[in-house]
């Protein structure tokens, strides 16, 4: 199984500011990895897959970089709405699909 | 739109079962492999289960491998998750949750709002 990290457990960033969260996969996933973000009290939704691609709808301070083991998402402008709980997930060796523990984003 | 709505939750006795349901809308549900995924409360996301577009490739967790079933009416536009032998640790918002592949990616495009399952006696 696959084991992701993801760093740190809670980020607090002040509004308009650059917020890097961080993943770890136990070995090399290639671009096989997703980022959620999810809202207090509503789903996951899907943020970048493939490592890098932003999926429909996400705007464009959202950055997904990396691949291998190392991963980034990046918000270039920190924005109120942004506030959330951050997963990374892989899906390059499956069964199972594992997520990382999640990254709690706040502002400052 | 594309439209994901679980029904089925509630409350049960350690031991005992609940159906699961998944009612899609707004895609072409037989064309996509589709996921279950679960989230105890505070904590983070674990994935249940997986079934391929027709129905033929089912993969599990194995926390619930044994107990749990997926399955899928493409039909109904449905997905189903048959739980048993509930424990007290299967408490958990269930999720199911769109794959943009026919056999299974992995990545999940779309989620629904989930179903509350608690496990107490």
């Known amino acids: 199984e696959i084991v992701m990290t993801q760093s740190p457990a809670t980020l607090s960033v002040s509004p308009g500011e650059r917020a890097t969260l961080s993943c770890r996969a136990s070995q090399s996933i290639r671009s096989n990895l997703a980022w959620y973000q999810q809202k207090p009290g509503q789903a996951p939704r899907l943020l970048i897959f493939?490592?890098?691609t932003r999926a429909i709808g996400v705007p464009a301070r959202f950055t997904g970089s990396g691949s291998g083991t190392e991963f980034t998402l990046t918000v270039s402008s920190l924005q109120s709405e942004d506030i959330a709980v951050y997963y990374c997930q892989q899906y390059n060796n499956w069964p199972p699909i594992t997520f990382g523990q999640g990254t709690r984003l706040e502002i400052k | 739109e594309v439209h994901l709505l679980e029904s089925g939750g509630g409350f049960v006795q350690p031991g005992g079962s609940l159906r699961l349901s998944c009612a899609a809308s707004?895609?072409?549900?037989?064309?996509?492999?589709m996921t279950w995924v679960r989230q105890a409360p505070g904590k983070g996301l674990e994935w249940v289960s997986i079934?391929?577009?027709?129905?033929?490739?089912?993969y599990y967790a194995d926390s619930v491998k044994g107990r749990f079933a997926i399955s899928r009416d493409n039909s109904k536009k449905t997905l189903y998750l048959e739980i048993n032998s509930l424990r007290v640790e299967d408490t958990a918002v269930y999720y199911c949750?769109?794959?943009?592949?026919?056999?299974?990616?992995?990545?999940?495009?779309?989620w629904g709002q989930g179903t509350t399952v608690t496990v107490s006696s």
């Open positions: 493939g490592a890098s």
């Open positions: 079934i391929g577009g027709n129905g033929d490739s089912t």
């Open positions: 707004g895609f072409t549900f037989r064309n996509y492999a």
């Open positions: 949750a769109r794959d943009p592949s026919f056999y299974g990616s992995g990545s999940l495009d779309v």
